[in-house]
């Protein structure tokens, strides 16, 4: 499976970008996670080949994850962007388990798209 994200950017807070990730093939379990400078990756969001999502605390009602199962594509919208935001993302794919956000899940990994909201 080869994932690849694009779409990262510098944005003010407050501004929006749109992450894609392209796969080789989709699995039942697709997320994104995130990594800051310094800190270990964070799960950000999950969605399930029947559309189940979750988010994590720090995004709801901020972030959307979605796919478009016919182009074996993976999205995430980021509105309200703000500096805790700053990292990069991943894209991310599992093979088996319960899907959920704990990044040993899965077996997948994009390269990453770097994302930088500035104050």
């Known amino acids: 499976v080869t994932l690849v994200e694009s779409g990262g950017g510098s944005v003010q807070a407050g501004g929006s970008l749109r992450l894609s990730c392209a796969a080789s093939?989709?699995?039942?379990?697709m997320a994104w996670f995130r990594q800051a400078p310094g800190k270990g990756r964070e799960g950000v969001a999950y969605?399930?080949?029947?559309?189940?999502?979750i988010y994590t605390d720090s995004v709801k009602g901020r972030f959307t994850i979605s796919q478009d199962n016919a182009k074996n594509t993976l999205y995430l919208q980021m509105n309200s962007l703000k500096p805790g935001d700053t990292g990069m993302y991943y894209c991310?794919?599992?093979?088996?388990?319960?899907?959920?956000?704990?990044?040993?899940?899965?077996?997948?990994w994009g390269q990453g798209t770097q994302v930088t909201v500035s104050s």
């Open positions: 969605i399930t080949e029947y559309g189940t999502t």
């Open positions: 991310a794919a599992a093979r088996r388990g319960y899907c959920n956000l704990d990044w040993a899940l899965y077996n997948y």
């Open positions: 093939v989709y699995t039942y379990c």
